[in-house]
């Protein structure tokens, strides 16, 4: 591998991120984080990931510490929040974008559009609702992927029907782009 990975769940500890549905955003980011790793691991691949107490602004100052390369792959997993009608995914990259970011980015969107999720589109973080992303500025190959709308349950359905098996190719994505 020549590349590193690691993985944030985003939200973390005290901050829950978004609540719909009866789910939290920090909670299903974190069970996805886990599925992806099991995956991973299963390829060989270990990632780094934050600890589950962390919100964003602590998993960055831990992410400052450990980036050793600005060829690591830094993933934060995110679930949007709007109306109960607006779905689908986004992966985020920063506003001036290497290559491997948006071609990454867009692999891993494809994931989402072939299982079912509406596509959102790559979008640079000023195309975005926050305008900037703290994640977007170590220097690495940053992506910010927003799974789904936790507050659309055909996005969450689509989820729980298929979890298993997007973290399944979401690993395999992430394998081939770390060689
Ligand atoms: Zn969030």
Not at 140 to 164: H, P, R, S, V, W
Request: aromatic letters at 8%; proline letters at 3%; glycine letters at 6%.
């Amino acid at each position: 591998m020549n590349r590193k990975i690691i993985i944030s769940a985003g939200h973390g500890g005290n901050d829950p991120g978004a609540v719909a549905n009866g789910y939290t955003e920090r909670d299903l980011a974190i069970e996805f984080r886990e599925l992806l790793v099991k995956e991973l691991l299963l390829l060989g691949v270990k990632p780094l990931i934050d600890d589950n107490k962390n919100a964003l602004k602590q998993t960055l100052a831990w992410l400052t510490g450990v980036l050793k390369s600005d060829k690591t792959v830094c993933i934060d997993i995110h679930w949007n929040a709007a109306s109960s009608k607006a779905r689908g995914t986004e992966v985020i990259v920063p506003d001036n974008a290497s290559i491997f970011e948006n071609n990454f980015a867009k692999n891993i969107l494809n994931v989402f559009v072939s299982n079912g999720f509406i596509n959102r589109g790559v979008k640079p973080e000023s195309q975005t609702a926050r305008k900037r992303s703290g994640w977007m500025r170590p220097p690495a190959e940053n992506i910010l992927i927003e799974m789904g709308f936790i507050t659309n349950l055909l996005d969450i359905n689509l989820y729980q029907n298929l979890k298993y098996k997007l973290a399944k190719e979401l690993a395999f994505v992430i394998y081939k782009s770390l060689i």
